[in-house]
């Protein structure tokens, strides 16, 4: 009896241990009609993403997250999950593509995928913890015939750490397969001794076989933190480096494959609320994709955490390799008809008919508000400001009197937007005539500056029905204003 209430022990704590990578994730019962925003059901959330395109169909690979990144004793207890589409518009959402099987695997950490000899490569990182205790990031891969069923292979992990650099910190593979089929691996790393302390580097593997691996010099080096996350890809005579920085992403463009490289106008990937966003073709498009983190404590002013919603942006091209970002059309939320609303103006604003204000404030601040404004809503508008005004912008989800809600700025001087507490630098053109688009939808809003530039936040706790235009110290016209309440 004591040795069957042992076997019973030893089962149910097998069962424990094995629990935690059991998913409560169920594919068939997500909604299939729009990916902007997306996460799973429950107390699940999307973590880095991993878009890859393959005839005609986007492949969008994430990170399923449970617990804020807290599984498995804050190692992550992450695997890939898959979402396909065809047309960015109806999305079908896929099991767990690649999960944690074995009990040394604490993480399927992020990674990338190739095409190659007519199979899906998909190359990741595995957290675990080596046999002094310590935790590490090696290499493993896995391969497809679909992109959808996959196979790790032996050795695994295949890749344990190069030569110089740290091993806590080896991951987020990025590859790519050159004309002459070798492949290339960009690891995100640090050095082991550097002389400084920003010894952040990205390491740059190359094999023709999978077996054997050169370290060749790395592609960056010298950076404050791990530049995570790597994406790479060229498009119209440019290759682009794309890296995370504390969750921020940020890019490098060349004429040469591996550089030198050329730090670009703006960074227009560098959202503070859009975590490692990487990109993939789609036709002739390119798409961005990305995951916006949830709040500690779901308060408005509580920090990031790991986890949360899939956000995309498409990427638009400069004559000088610079990049733009937008809002893809098709992750656009459906509306019902466009309100008529009438505003209650300050003494500086003039009605120009039903759809345009302007606002002239020469010593101070004036504003116009617009009541019984959902709380989920698309918001258009072209807006033009003279050359001396100081700032100028909208109250979001406000209450009467403006009291509560959120403020969306923009200053020209600065060439900056902020949205309740986040903003973006380096944004050009904000005197010239520019078009606005706004979504509210739930706890996010995200607004998208002439096609050209994006910024989003997480705001949670209000949810007034005022919505407000203002300008301080100079002259702002507001025109073809439209709010559009979101369908259910």
């Not at 709040?295 to 990427?315: A, Q």
């Not at 509560?404 to 700025?409: C, R, V, W």
């Amino acid at each position: 009896m004591k040795k069957l209430k042992m076997v019973f022990a030893a089962l149910f704590l097998t069962l424990i241990a094995n629990a935690q990578f059991i998913s409560s994730f169920h594919p068939d019962q997500e909604p299939t009609n729009n990916i902007q925003y997306f996460k799973p059901s429950g107390n699940l959330f999307v973590g880095d993403c991993i878009p890859f395109y393959h005839d005609g169909t986007y492949y969008l690979y994430w990170l399923l997250d449970s617990a804020h990144h807290s599984a498995l004793n804050g190692l992550g207890g992450h695997q890939w999950t898959l979402s396909t589409s065809n047309d960015l518009k109806t999305w079908k959402h896929h099991p767990v593509v690649l999960g944690i099987d074995e009990d040394w695997e604490k993480s399927i950490c992020t990674g990338s995928v190739v095409y190659h000899d007519k199979k899906f490569y998909a190359f990741y990182a595995t957290r675990l913890i080596d046999a002094e205790g310590r935790v590490n990031e090696q290499l493993s891969y896995a391969i497809s015939e679909d992109g959808i069923h996959f196979n790790k292979q032996k050795p695994n992990p295949f890749y344990t750490s190069a030569p110089g650099y740290d091993k806590r910190n080896f991951r987020d593979p990025k590859v790519i397969v050159d004309k002459d089929g070798t492949f290339h691996l960009f690891v995100s790393s640090a050095l082991d001794h550097a002389f400084t302390r920003e010894n952040g580097t990205m390491v740059h593997l190359t094999s023709k076989d999978l077996k054997t691996w050169k370290v060749n010099d790395p592609l960056i080096y010298g950076q404050a933190d791990v530049p995570e996350c790597p994406d790479y890809f060229l498009w119209n005579g440019w290759y682009y480096l794309v890296y995370g920085r504390s969750g921020n992403t940020y890019y490098l463009k060349s004429r040469n494959p591996y550089g030198p490289w050329e730090y670009p106008r703006y960074q227009a990937l560098d959202e503070e609320w859009v975590n490692v966003a990487k990109t993939a073709q789609f036709n002739n498009r390119r798409i961005a994709a990305g995951w916006i983190p949830s709040r500690k404590d779901n308060k408005d002013g509580g920090h990031e955490i790991f986890g949360g919603s899939i956000v995309l942006r498409e990427l638009t091209q400069e004559k000088d390799g610079t990049l733009n970002t937008g809002l893809p059309v098709e992750g656009l939320p459906g509306t019902e008809a466009s309100l008529t609303l009438t505003g209650i103006p300050g003494p500086h604003v003039t009605k120009n008919n039903a759809s345009s204000y302007t606002l002239n404030v020469a010593n101070g601040l004036d504003a116009v508000f617009f009541e019984n404004v959902p709380a989920d809503c698309y918001i258009t508008f072209d807006m033009e400001a003279s050359s001396i005004t100081e700032d100028w912008g909208l109250y979001l989800r406000g209450n009467k009197n403006n009291e509560g809600g959120y403020k969306l700025k923009f200053s020209g001087v600065d060439r900056r937007v902020e949205l309740a507490g986040t903003g973006i630098n380096a944004v050009e053109d904000l005197f010239k005539k520019t078009k606005v688009q706004i979504v509210m939808q739930g706890d996010i809003i995200d607004v998208c500056i002439g096609s050209k530039r994006c910024v989003v936040n997480r705001l949670i706790e209000q949810k007034g029905s005022v919505l407000g235009l203002f300008a301080k110290h100079g002259k702002v016209t507001f025109s073809n204003l439209k709010i559009s309440p979101l369908k259910p």
